[in-house]
């Protein structure tokens, strides 16, 4: 159980288009969905949280204009890059919480590799 | 503030040798720590996770990892590891729990025949 299906896995596009990554709850409500961004050979950094139905919550130094995030249902959350760039290129990872406490773990997609040309 | 600190970078066993990859964490109470297995290209998986109770905690694939309060610390290991075990594995730390995650920097694991 607890499936998370993130899609695509593989994009290349050009700079300046913009590309929406999926993340999927497949067998259970996530009330909190979390993005990542991994850079090669680093540690996962958290972009924003989700939470179905309200506006996300992002980082510090993480541009809400630039990576618009929506989660309009307890099983799917968006990640829009918009305007994509080169610098924009990374592998990028949603997370799915169903826990209402404290004792429910995340589980990962697959993640997305994003390549801005 | 909460750190999480993974300090070997890259291991290399030998498959059938034990494993031990070292986490400690700088947190004012008892956080809720995890581990997660990362193959190239992939997501995380979760192996496991401590709450509360047992400082000894078994996961899947044969893992274990031990809580040790005094030295905030909470390593991983396996007594055999297995060509397939070779991957990135991170150590997380939730101090409210599992809604919000510090990473470290993780623990590429090369296994050799």
């Known amino acids: 159980g607890a499936v998370v299906s993130q899609h695509p896995s593989r994009v290349i596009c050009k700079s300046g288009t913009s590309v929406k990554i999926e993340c999927r709850s497949l067998d259970f409500q996530a009330t909190t969905m979390f993005w990542y961004r991994q850079f090669p050979k680093k540690s996962l950094m958290l972009m924003a949280t989700s939470n179905e139905g309200s506006k996300a919550t992002y980082e510090q130094g993480v541009e809400k204009d630039k990576f618009l995030i929506n989660h309009a249902s307890l099983t799917l959350s968006t990640l829009t890059v918009t305007s994509a760039h080169p610098e924009d290129s990374s592998f990028y990872i949603c997370s799915a919480y169903a826990g209402t406490g404290f004792n429910q773990p995340q589980h990962f997609g697959d993640g997305t590799r994003l390549s801005i040309l | 503030a909460q750190s999480v600190t993974q300090p070997d970078i890259h291991i290399t066993v030998s498959e059938g040798a034990s494993l031990e990859l070292r986490c400690n964490y700088s947190?004012?109470?008892?956080?809720?720590l995890f581990w997660y297995v990362q193959s190239p290209g992939q997501g995380l998986q979760l192996l496991l996770k401590y709450f509360s109770g047992d400082t000894l905690v078994q996961g899947i694939k044969g893992f274990e990892a031990e809580f040790k309060r005094s030295q905030s610390s909470f390593n991983l290991r396996k007594p055999s590891v297995h060509w397939s075990d070779a991957a990135e594995y991170f150590c997380a730390v939730g101090p409210t729990g599992a809604n919000n995650l510090f990473f470290g920097t993780g623990t590429r694991l090369t296994v050799i025949p």
């Open positions: 947190y004012g109470a008892t956080p809720y």
